[in-house]
């Protein structure tokens, strides 16, 4: 037997016992051994302490199950092997992941379907208070497009002149027509510029920029809607225009969801397939046959079919251009004021560039 049978670990929780080896002659006698102990076996000590009294060493004999010098030799202790982590669970066949909505859906139903009450009462009850309704849109729209641009990129658009010019630009295009709108988004423009000039210099050009953009993007966009309205047959100009929109994003959800397997634009919005695309032509142009057959005054089902496919085609650009927005922000949403939909604006991203192509097609095929 070498040195190595009995020398006692480094490492571990145990304590290991040594017997003299054969071939050796008697221990030597140390400090904490005299020559009556070394003749026989014993415990090696936890920790070695010359002033340990014989009390100590039997309580230690006891806790090992040692039997005393009377009894049978002590039974040397095998060290044991350190704990090891337990082992994984055996693998199990993977089941295919379900498709998940990145929304939760009972809300933004519930939402959807409390807005839309909201758009049809206003619209077949008093058509004037629908222009309430895009004034709110547009004015909370704008809120949460300047508060993002301020939080995320120190942008301070200013807001007042936006909203109060906003609010005119939709009243004077359902009062005055195209004409009142474009005065009224001068004036916004200009009113921009002056406002901003009450705070120092830094980031003037910036600000006003975006002032600018903002005006048109989100209030001049929606006065096309106000000019659906004026028309006589307003109402229904107004329904079509958003049974498109509604439809076609509906085709893209539900055929992309189900059948997507090529991404559209991965770079703006890996959500959106090719597949999805396809299904929002297909939804909305069946949509805008019947819309146009039998909601609009004069209108034909092959008017419709290319009023659908024009809406499906601006509504997917309008979300990717929002996308583009909101990626550069580095956000996914614009707000958290519509549950399951999250802000005004992540509503309004296909509205709004919709509304001018579906107000130039009508005024092209049955007159404004």
Not at 154 to 161: E, M, Q
Not at 168 to 178: E, F, K, N, T
Not at 304 to 325: C, H, K, N, Q
Request: proline share 8%.
């Amino acid at each position: 037997m070498n040195d190595s049978s009995w020398s006692v670990p480094q490492s571990g929780n145990y304590v290991g016992e040594w017997r003299p080896a054969p071939d050796q002659g008697p221990l030597p006698a140390g400090p904490a051994y005299g020559e009556h102990e070394a003749e026989q076996t014993r415990p090696m000590p936890i920790v070695p302490d010359a002033g340990r009294d014989a009390d100590d060493h039997d309580r230690n004999d006891r806790d090992r199950g040692a039997t005393g010098p009377s009894g049978p030799p002590f039974r040397a202790e095998m060290p044991q092997e350190p704990m090891s982590a337990p082992s994984p669970p055996p693998d199990r066949p993977e089941r295919p992941e379900k498709k998940k909505a990145g929304r939760d859906l009972r809300s933004a139903i519930g939402v959807g379907v409390g807005l839309g009450a909201v758009v049809i009462a206003s619209l077949f009850i008093w058509k004037a208070a629908f222009a309430g309704v895009i004034v709110v849109a547009v004015v909370v729209g704008l809120w949460e497009l300047t508060s993002r641009l301020e939080e995320r990129k120190g942008i301070k658009a200013p807001l007042v002149p936006l909203a109060v010019g906003g609010a005119a630009m939709v009243i004077a295009g359902y009062a005055r027509g195209a004409e009142g709108a474009w005065i009224a988004m001068a004036l916004t423009a200009l009113a921009v510029l002056v406002w901003r000039m009450t705070e120092p210099p830094e980031g003037y050009l910036r600000d006003v920029t975006a002032g600018v953009f903002a005006a048109f993007y989100v209030p001049f966009l929606a006065t096309f809607v106000a000019l659906l309205l004026a028309a006589d047959d307003g109402p229904w100009r107004v329904l079509t225009f958003l049974l498109l929109t509604v439809v076609s994003d509906t085709g893209a959800y539900a055929v992309g969801w189900r059948f997507g397997s090529h991404k559209l634009a991965p770079r703006i919005s890996p959500g959106k397939t090719r597949e999805g695309l396809f299904g929002a032509l297909g939804f909305a142009m069946v949509a805008g046959a019947l819309c146009m057959q039998f909601l609009i005054d004069d209108g034909q089902w092959w008017q419709g079919l290319l009023l659908g496919f024009a809406v499906a085609a601006s509504a997917t650009l309008g979300d990717l251009g929002e996308s583009m927005i909101k990626r550069d922000l580095g956000i996914k949403d614009m707000g958290t004021l519509l549950p399951g939909h999250g802000g005004i604006m992540d509503r309004l991203d296909s509205l709004l560039p919709t509304a001018p192509v579906v107000w130039l097609l009508l005024a092209l095929f049955v007159g404004s």
